[in-house]
């Protein structure tokens, strides 16, 4: 466990410890007692000595709740302290593994933390700390009568012994489940994001026979820790009960043979029970421990990234921006999907991108904004690479609407103003910038509408209006829309148009993917990509007149022939 030596972890790990021999030299105080009221008290008859033996005692267990309260806290503090570290920026490199070319994301390590989190903050490890005391309690025992120290001492490596047979046992097991667990979990989420497709074909049954198959392999191996540990557990708390009468009984031997007191006998006996204990906890809860140690090292295996630190702050950009001979390829062993693309918008300029399927349109604009790396080129926003900018402060100045809008649970302004406080009048003029303010409106409760999640009350074409806002909430000087009308009615049609328009007024910088013409004729400029290579870049007339023309040639060649 030497994960509990972490740096973040030390101070307060090794004050739980220092409190654990406080705690333990403390708990010596009951066996001591009665081992004086049994020898001097009983034999003195004094009440005196009585009194003063019980406060003494009383102090020292008022001392035990201080040390164990002060304990459970600095764990307590330990498990914040943890997540405090490693969860922002743990679910910040879910976030970037999940947008990344792969659109995968280990989700796993956010529940490796909560396991860590959760141990710490629990009562089985102090079982842990503990149980290094144990030898202390030998000693103390082996002062009253070496037979007696002998037998505590045999008794804890017996228990020692069943504590590394647990190890032994259980280890490999209890990584099966935790395996097959996680398995069964992400096949339950990938059948839940296909629900639709599953029930909408008739594949319910088969779905959920496939998902059962893996479940009951799982349920088989938590069987075979369960009964594992179980017994385990049960030989434990059986063998300290039989070693304590075993204590007693060589004490009641001594006591006979006149070679020790009763109250040593009864003290020894009380001592050994209170060795034991420890052991006894760690046994029965090794499940949970070998969990945690599983948990870091896993944790341990992958960068898990620190928050990054404050970066010089860039002005706000006007919206210039240049592409330098961009290079992407999300397999190197693969033909890039974007091949030497270069072009140059000044600010408030508009270009639309056109294109087959599959020809990069939504892997260009992806680069654009930062949200994947090129293996070549570059991306300048204001002549500053993109990647340059604190992500946090660019999308103070950018304005995205994705081709598959997903908006969070909450209310429609808690969407519009990307999950941060609420300002009225931003969202608001937002909402107005993307002419979907009278449409919100008419929502039940308007802005305060709750939307569900991922929006699921809304229609296609409200989630797209509403995203469409987000995107232009706080007047971002560069905005880029891929397929912004895929789910848009007329009346959305024309609403965008209007922003458009207005985002032009504005002297903002807009890139669009699209395919209708007359949506792109309205654009400054147009770019037609091909496999990933730029085709043609100019003034949008000029484009759409040339592909005009390409078009008709194979009619007037058949024609001709």
């Known amino acids: 466990m030497n994960w509990l030596l972490a740096p973040t972890l030390r101070p307060l790990v090794l004050l739980a410890a ?10 010596l105080a009951p066996a001591l007692y009665m081992l ?19 406060l003494l005692a009383a102090l020292a267990l008022g001392l035990a709740y201080f040390m164990d309260t002060v304990r459970a806290g600095a764990l307590a503090w330990a498990s914040r302290a943890l997540d405090r570290q490693l969860s922002p920026a743990a679910l910040g490199n879910v976030l970037r593994e999940a947008a990344g070319p792969a659109g995968r994301a280990d989700n796993d390590v956010l529940r490796d933390i909560a396991a860590l989190r959760s141990f710490l903050g629990g009562q089985g490890i102090h079982a842990l700390f503990d149980a290094p005391w144990v ?14 120290g ?9 228990l020692a012994a069943t504590a590394l047979m647990t190890e032994r046992l259980t280890h490999h097991a209890v990584r099966e489940v935790v395996a097959r667990s996680r398995a069964a979990t992400q096949h339950a989420e990938a059948l839940a994001r296909n629900a639709e497709v599953i029930v909408g074909m008739g594949m319910t049954a ?23 540990t179980a017994g385990l557990g049960a030989l434990a708390r059986i063998a300290r009960q039989g070693l304590q009468v075993a204590m007693l009984g060589v004490g009641a031997w001594l006591v006979i043979g006149l070679d020790a007191s009763e109250g040593i006998m009864v003290a020894a006996t009380i001592l050994f029970g209170r060795a034991l204990q420890p052991l006894e906890q760690l046994i029965a809860g090794w499940k949970a421990m070998i969990g945690a140690r599983s948990a870091w090292q896993r944790l341990a295996g992958k960068p898990v990234p620190q928050a990054e630190g404050p970066r010089l702050a860039l002005p706000a950009p006007s919206g210039r921006l240049e592409v330098e001979q961009l290079v992407f390829a999300p397999v190197a062993a693969r033909p890039p999907l974007i091949k030497k693309v270069r072009f140059a918008l000044d600010a408030g300029e508009s270009l639309g991108i056109i294109g087959p399927s599959a020809s990069g349109k939504t892997t260009l604009i992806r680069l654009l904004l930062g949200i994947w790396k090129p293996q070549g080129g570059v991306v300048r926003l204001d002549g500053a690479d993109i990647a340059q900018w604190d992500r946090d402060a660019l999308g103070a100045h950018v304005g995205y609407l994705p081709q598959d809008v997903e908006l969070f649970a909450g209310t429609v302004a808690e969407n519009i103003a990307r999950l941060g406080a609420v300002d009225s009048r931003k969202v608001v003029d937002a909402a107005r910038l993307a002419h979907a303010h009278d449409m919100i409106l008419r929502l039940p409760q308007g802005y305060e509408t709750q939307i569900g999640d991922a929006g699921n009350v809304l229609s296609g074409g409200q989630r797209q209006r509403i995203a469409l806002a987000r995107a232009l909430y706080g007047d971002p000087r560069l905005v880029v829309l891929d397929e912004p009308n895929a789910s848009l009615d007329a009346e959305g049609e024309r609403a965008l148009a209007d922003a458009l328009a207005e985002l032009k007024t504005r002297g903002t910088t807009v890139v669009l993917v699209g395919h209708r013409p007359a949506m792109m004729s309205t654009l400054d400029k147009l770019a037609v990509l091909n496999e990933g290579a730029l085709e043609a870049f100019g003034p949008a007339s000029a484009v759409l007149a040339r592909l005009r023309a390409v078009a008709h040639q194979p009619m007037q060649k058949v024609a001709a022939s």
């Open 206 to 228: 088969a779905a959920v026979s496939a998902w059962q198959a893996g479940q009951q392999k799982l349920l088989q191996a938590q069987a075979r820790v369960g009964g594992t």
């Open 150 to 158: 002998v037998t505590a001492a045999i008794g804890a490596g017996m």
């Open 36 to 54: 004086q009221v049994f020898d001097r008290v009983f034999a003195s008859r004094s009440t005196e000595t009585l009194v003063m033996l019980s």
């Open 18 to 27: 220092a409190v654990s021999l406080v705690l333990n030299l403390a708990l």
């Open 135 to 148: 030898p202390l309690y030998v000693a103390v025992i082996a002062l009253m009568h070496p037979l007696l």
